[in-house]
């Protein structure tokens, strides 16, 4: 059974530093896609970030330049360092898997993505 489990969450200021962690079990990460997603109050689940299986790594615009995706094989463990957050980065964050892509690439649409963590939350204060 694939589990996720989110961590690392937590409320900082304007500029600061978070990293989430996705620990992986019965599902070896490195074998499909890996995606962040994150949902705002009264928002739609936006796609933050992806992981293909080559290890290359794709960012939402927004993000992009501040946030970095990194992978510990050795711990079936994903990471979504998040520097020079922003008040707009608040959200509840999701770790995403698709244990099984149909081809090289990955999406960025969440109903390709079959499990999902509980979430952890970020909070930017301004």
């Known amino acids: 059974q694939v589990q996720l489990v989110e961590s690392g969450g937590g409320s900082v200021q304007a500029g600061g530093a978070l990293r989430l962690s996705c620990a992986a079990s019965g599902y070896t990460s490195s074998t499909g896609c890996m995606a962040w997603f994150r949902q705002a109050p009264g928002k739609e689940r936006e796609w933050v970030a992806l992981m293909e299986r080559n290890g290359r790594t794709v960012f939402t615009d927004s993000v992009k330049g501040r946030f970095t995706f990194s992978r510990d094989n050795a711990k079936n463990t994903l990471y979504l360092q998040m520097n020079s957050l922003k008040p707009e980065d608040t959200a509840m964050y999701f770790c995403?898997?698709?244990?099984?892509?149909?081809?090289?690439?990955?999406?960025?649409?969440?109903?390709?993505?079959?499990?999902w963590g509980q979430g952890t939350q970020v909070t930017v204060s301004s």
């Open positions: 995403a898997a698709d244990p099984s892509p149909r081809g090289p690439g990955c999406y960025t649409t969440a109903t390709w993505y079959e499990y």
